[in-house]
């Protein structure tokens, strides 16, 4: 019965999304104590930001808790930080969304990795300006792990994707002179090290494409000065995530160009 099969997508996407609101709340919380340079393993217990009174295990619930307590500390009253809910909903969205176009399998995986630690560096970046190398690295070392399983052509592709990331930014730091910051291009090498470099190029471009279109306003309305340093991490990710839906299509598109594909997630 294809109803059957219809629900049974329904529930497993809801699931999905459960659980990516759960990891985006982890991410959130991981994110927010590097940046404090706190260590996010251990027993520390989740705090509010204004009265620092213990979180209990329903104010923690993801999404939930921020609409019925209307974005408000239960103790306090004081307003909470929009990024934990904005990260739980980001989180959980893209989760439903690959389950429902991959299903259990080595590209949902692959594209979760991506997307959740895309999350976390833009979460920094916001937060305080700074992508942390540790977390840019692991993605790519990752990345290229997985990829030794899937033989030598798909590793060395991780390896050209990575060197296009960190060269592509690089050169652009040492042509402008500042603008953009190492932790973009370590960035953009993480993730190159994941998606190769057919998808690494697509994602640069569509992370300059949604910078331009929300900086280029900006300068308009004079909200940033030209000199301001505007994050580009989380643009990137952005780039990147949009890049793991529509990158096979692009790439399809561009075939003739770069060759046969099979598919994400090596290709
Ligand atoms: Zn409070």
Redesign the pocket.
């Known amino acids: 019965m294809g109803n059957a099969l219809f629900y049974n997508n329904i529930i497993s996407a809801i699931l999905a999304f459960v659980g990516g609101a759960c990891a985006g709340s982890f991410i959130n919380a991981a994110a927010m104590r590097t940046v404090a340079g706190r260590k996010w393993w251990g027993k520390e217990r989740s705090v509010?930001d204004?009265?620092c009174?213990v979180l209990s295990a329903a104010d923690l619930a993801p999404i939930l808790s921020f609409l019925i307590l209307r974005g408000k500390?239960r103790?306090?009253g004081?307003p909470i930080k929009p990024g934990h809910f904005g990260a739980e909903l980001i989180s959980g969205t893209l989760t439903a969304a690959m389950f429902w176009r991959w299903g259990v399998s080595s590209a949902m995986l692959v594209s979760a990795l991506v997307m959740w630690f895309s999350l976390f560096n833009a979460l920094t970046d916001l937060e305080n300006g700074y992508i942390y190398d540790a977390s840019a690295l692991s993605l790519g070392a990752i990345g290229l792990l997985l990829r030794v399983f899937a033989g030598w052509g798909v590793l060395f592709d991780g390896i050209l994707g990575a060197a296009l990331g960190f060269g592509f930014i690089g050169a652009i730091i040492l042509i402008s002179r500042g603008g953009m910051g190492w932790g973009d291009a370590l960035l953009m090498a993480g993730i190159g090290g994941a998606v190769g470099w057919k998808y690494c190029a697509f994602s640069l471009y569509m992370g300059f494409i949604a910078g331009g279109l929300v900086v280029v306003p900006m300068l308009l309305k004079r909200k940033v000065k030209r000199k301001d340093a505007v994050p580009l991490g989380p643009f990137l990710a952005a780039g990147s995530v949009f890049t793991l839906f529509a990158g096979n299509m692009l790439v399809t598109r561009f075939g003739g160009l770069i060759g046969y594909n099979p598919g994400w997630p090596w290709w």
Do not use: A, L, P, V
């Open positions: 509010c204004s009265c009174h500390c103790y306090c004081k």
